[in-house]
């Protein structure tokens, strides 16, 4: 069983920076793949990018590609999400998830097993 704890949201103006870190609980965080998704009010969840279990590889949507950066700290049992140039549309709820030796191109988030409860990013114009 892993738990994931999302932190680092908030509100900030278009242009501006944030970065989220999700927590996780487990010792054996560094064989799980995570996943960035969000959800805006009124619209589907979205993929925003994945990072493998060692770190090595990350995949990214078109939409945040060149603005956002996702790393981990497998020490530290965290994922981080640095958002740079933040645009009103980036507005939504995020949520990472987590699922042990998952591809990182497999976007799909019904895949995923574990899921924090969501971090608040709103982005004013």
């Known amino acids: 069983q892993v738990q994931l704890v999302e932190s680092g949201g908030g509100l900030v103006q278009a242009g501006g920076s944030l970065r989220l870190s999700c927590v996780a609980s487990?010792?054996?965080?560094?064989?799980?793949?995570v996943g960035w998704f969000r959800q805006a009010p009124g619209k589907d969840r979205e993929f925003v990018a994945a990072i493998s279990g060692s770190g090595g590889s990350t995949y990214y949507a078109d939409s945040v590609k060149g603005r956002f950066t996702i790393s981990r700290d497998n020490a530290k049992n965290t994922v981080y999400l640095q958002m740079n140039s933040l645009k009103p549309e980036d507005t939504a709820v995020y949520c990472c998830?987590?699922?042990?030796?998952?591809?990182?191109?497999?976007?799909?988030?019904?895949?995923?097993?574990?899921w924090g409860q969501g971090a608040q990013v709103t982005v004013s114009s």
């Open positions: 998830a987590a699922r042990p030796n998952w591809p990182v191109r497999q976007i799909q988030g019904q895949y995923y097993d574990y």
């Open positions: 487990g010792r054996t965080f560094s064989s799980y793949t």
